[in-house]
């Protein structure tokens, strides 16, 4: 359904986005994930026209965002929640609808849609964070499009605004729509990502399924031991690498059977062995720390 390739933009000497290519698929939910400052804001911003490329294109279906006929009946996007304070949420999402040449009558159904019917008539200047997002999120909705381009869309809910907006957006996904969203929660993207768009530094560091990515690392076998000295020195021996976290060795590239069975022939006592598959959050972690402009130590 989008198709970016080789998309570029500098900013002086700075380049925050660097010949970047990937694809979006039809019926998924893909997520936009790397650390701030990847470039992750401006690529959304070109997929929509707002900033103008150095090199580059981004199409849907093949036909550029300008060159659409009519561009809010196929991208919804959502990049930015500011709106104008003084407007009731009604008369904002009919001020946009008159701008994107949607019918009137969508505003009572997009307003249920986010669950802002009882504040329709209330002004956007009194609404919560929360509130600005569903309310971004309905004006996104008013061309009823086939593509929503979300930067960051849960930031301000609450628990049950997150879980309102997953399951919205997987059922928009299901129903054959498709999904761009970026998000610094990758717990939460976790539960319903699909695949995954990894930034850094303005690069592509991965375009694959969840499950490619939380694959690359091995399990972790973790054991808890009173001889953690003596274990690490046999697992050494066996070319097994391994690192000592208290009383407890993680141990990588091997199996828990063939853990257990180094210590059982040589007599270490083991008081827990486990295995542990890298969670999605560690993952991205591991493949962006290189790139993050701000690493703890």
Same mark, same amino acid.
């Given at each position: 359904?989008?198709?970016?390739?080789?998309?570029?933009?500098?900013?002086?000497?700075?380049?925050?986005?660097?010949?970047?290519?990937?694809?979006?698929?039809?019926?998924?939910?893909?997520?936009?994930?790397?650390?701030?400052?990847?470039?992750?804001?401006?690529?959304?911003?070109?997929?929509?026209?707002?900033?103008?490329?150095?090199?580059?294109?981004?199409?849907?279906?093949?036909?550029?965002?300008?060159?659409?006929?009519?561009?809010?009946?196929?991208?919804?996007?959502?990049?930015?929640?500011r709106m104008h304070p003084g407007r009731t949420a009604r008369n904002h999402l009919r001020?946009?609808?008159?701008?994107?040449?949607?019918?009137?009558?969508?505003?009572?159904?997009?307003?249920?849609?986010?669950?802002?019917?009882?504040?329709?008539?209330?002004?956007?200047?009194k609404f919560s964070l929360g509130m600005r997002q569903r309310l971004a999120l309905a /004006?996104?909705?008013?061309?009823? #499009? %086939?593509?929503?381009? *979300?930067? $960051?869309?849960?930031? @301000?809910? =609450?628990?049950?605004?997150?879980?309102?907006?997953?399951?919205?957006?997987?059922?928009?996904?299901?129903?054959?729509?498709?999904?761009?969203?970026?998000?610094?929660?990758?717990?939460?993207?976790?539960?319903?990502?699909?695949?995954?768009?990894?930034?850094?530094?303005?690069?592509?560091?991965?375009?694959?399924?969840?499950?490619?990515?939380?694959?690359?690392?091995?399990? /972790?076998?973790?054991?808890?031991? #009173? %001889?953690?000295?003596? *274990?690490? $020195?046999?697992?050494? @021996?066996? =070319?097994?690498?391994?690192?000592?976290?208290?009383?407890?060795?993680?141990?990588?590239?091997?199996?828990?059977?063939?853990?257990?069975?180094?210590?059982?022939?040589?007599?270490?006592?083991?008081?827990?062995?486990?295995?542990?598959?890298?969670?999605?959050?560690?993952?991205?972690?591991?493949?962006?720390?290189?790139?993050?402009?701000?690493?703890?130590?």
């Amino acid at each position: 359904m989008i198709t970016v390739s080789g998309l570029t933009k500098k900013y002086g000497t700075r380049v925050a986005v660097d010949d970047l290519s990937f694809d979006v698929a039809t019926g998924r939910v893909t997520g936009f994930v790397g650390p701030n400052g990847a470039g992750k804001s401006t690529t959304m911003r070109m997929m929509v026209g707002l900033t103008r490329p150095d090199a580059g294109t981004v199409r849907y279906h093949g036909v550029s965002y300008r060159d659409l006929q009519s561009p809010a009946r196929t991208v919804g996007s959502v990049l930015d929640a500011r709106m104008h304070p003084g407007r009731t949420a009604r008369n904002h999402l009919r001020a946009t609808a008159a701008i994107s040449g949607v019918p009137v009558g969508r505003v009572e159904e997009v307003l249920a849609e986010v669950g802002l019917e009882t504040a329709a008539d209330q002004r956007a200047g009194k609404f919560s964070l929360g509130m600005r997002q569903r309310l971004a999120l309905a /004006a996104a909705l008013l061309g009823d #499009p %086939q593509v929503l381009l *979300l930067d $960051e869309p849960s930031n @301000g809910l =609450d628990p049950d605004g997150i879980r309102w907006l997953r399951d919205y957006l997987s059922d928009f996904a299901a129903r054959g729509g498709t999904v761009f969203v970026s998000s610094h929660l990758i717990s939460e993207l976790s539960m319903f990502a699909h695949d995954l768009v990894v930034l850094g530094g303005g690069r592509l560091l991965a375009a694959e399924s969840v499950e490619a990515i939380t694959s690359r690392h091995d399990v /972790a076998v973790i054991v808890q031991t #009173p %001889q953690p000295v003596e *274990l690490l $020195e046999l697992l050494a @021996g066996y =070319d097994l690498v391994a690192e000592a976290a208290g009383d407890r060795l993680i141990v990588r590239g091997t199996s828990r059977a063939a853990v257990s069975r180094i210590a059982f022939d040589n007599h270490i006592r083991v008081h827990e062995l486990t295995e542990a598959s890298p969670s999605l959050e560690d993952s991205l972690l591991h493949m962006t720390r290189a790139s993050a402009e701000f690493a703890s130590a």
